[in-house]
């Protein structure tokens, strides 16, 4: 498995985007961070804690997500929600 360490919930003390759904993770909000090795390269992987939990309840993305390619905390393509989910912003 690609993941590297064990998963942080620091509170950000300067903004990110969320490798999951490529929305801003803002000063002072809790996130969801670990350590991703693919090949040679290493990356912090960072995610608000609602795409924590649809990156850990899907069984398509074990092997990594493209940046942003989600949309918050679900499974939909980024900016075609269309599921039942209430809207996360």
Not at 21 to 33: A, D, F, L, P, T
Request: charged share 30%.
């Amino acid at each position: 498995m690609p993941m590297i360490g064990s998963v942080t919930t620091p509170r950000a003390r300067k903004e990110h985007e969320c490798w999951w759904c490529g929305e801003k993770i803002r000063v002072g909000e809790q996130y969801s961070r670990w350590l991703w090795k693919e090949s040679e390269d290493v990356e912090a992987i960072k995610v608000h804690p609602e795409c924590n939990e649809a990156w850990a309840g899907s069984s398509d993305v074990e092997d990594g997500v493209p940046f942003g390619e989600f949309s918050r905390g679900c499974e939909c393509q980024s900016g075609f929600c269309s599921c039942d989910k209430p809207a996360l912003r």
